[in-house]
Structures are given as C-alpha cells and as structure tokens.
C-alpha cells in the first residue's frame, strides 16, 4: 500500500466514524436518554435534559468539524469522486442549520423553563403546576425529541455517502 492510499484510506475510516459517532451519539440521546427523563419531576427533567444537551452541544460539533475537514480532504484529493466527498462533508454539517432554525424555539423554552423552575421554591420536586402555563414540559420534550431524531439523520447520511463513495 502506498503512502497516499495510506492517507486516502485512513481520511476514510476517520470521515466515516467520525459522522457515524454522531448520528449514534444523536439518536441514542432521542432514543434512550429522553425516554427515561418522562419519568422525573418536572424540575429534574428539566436539569437532566440541559445536561444531555450539554454534552452533545461539547461533542457533536468539533466531531463533524473532524469528519467535513477529512471529507473535504478527500474531495481534494480524489477528483473523480469530488461531488460524493462534498456531499459526504455538507450533509453532517447540515445539524447546524436544522438547530437554528428548525429546534432554536424549543430548546430555548425548555432551557427557558429550566431557569423558571429553578427560581421557585421547591427545587427538585418542583411540580409541572408550577412552570409557566402553555404546553406541557414532557410534551415539549417530546417534540424536541422527535426534531432531535430528524437531526441524526443528516450526519447519518454523510456517513452513508462517505461510505458508499470509499467503496466506489
């Protein structure tokens, strides 16, 4: 193996993980951490989700900056395959638009009704009676879970077109 097929076939394995984390790092927040939140008083599911949130807000993006610098790498570097490799490095990428315009509202109100019930007396136990009046808080998180599931799936088809370009 030559020292460029080398450097080829490792950008490969990096992009292809890389996009592969994060739709399972995505999918397993909606999937399995939101499930379990239902289950806590209002105030804790609140606190629970800002913390889940957190920790892929810290992980997701310097991941898919990763995998579309090894994407584009690759576009550079493949020219017959140039237009799969910028499809394999924009898809990913495209969580950033989708939070801001498609999820902004929500995650704002949960993070908004978080500061709410953290300022009443009562803290943990604090009883849904005692959020702001409107839609309810699991049903809140319900929707952000399900935008949350869409979100998975754009990096989950970088890694498909990255995938599907190597083997080509």
Not at 106 to 117: F, G, I, M, Y
Request: aromatic share 8%.
């Amino acid at each position: 193996m030559s020292q460029t097929s080398a450097i080829i076939t490792v950008a490969q394995t990096v992009a292809i993980v890389s996009t592969g984390f994060v739709s399972g790092l995505i999918f397993t927040l909606s999937h399995i951490a939101v499930p379990a939140l239902y289950h806590a008083p209002t105030t804790v599911m609140l606190k629970q989700w800002a913390t889940i949130y957190a920790i892929g807000k810290a992980t997701a993006p310097t991941t898919l900056v990763v995998a579309a610098a090894f994407s584009g790498y690759l576009a550079y570097a493949v020219p017959s395959l140039r237009y799969s490799y910028v499809g394999a490095a924009v898809l990913p990428c495209m969580v950033v638009p989708w939070t801001a315009i498609m999820m902004s509202s929500t995650n704002d109100e949960l993070a908004r009704r978080l500061v709410a019930a953290e300022n009443l007396k009562g803290g943990e136990t604090t009883s849904e009676a005692a959020i702001p009046k409107g839609q309810k808080t699991a049903d809140l998180l319900a929707k952000w879970q399900g935008l949350n599931y869409v979100r998975g799936l754009f990096p989950l088809a970088g890694a498909v077109v990255g995938a599907w370009t190597a083997l080509s």
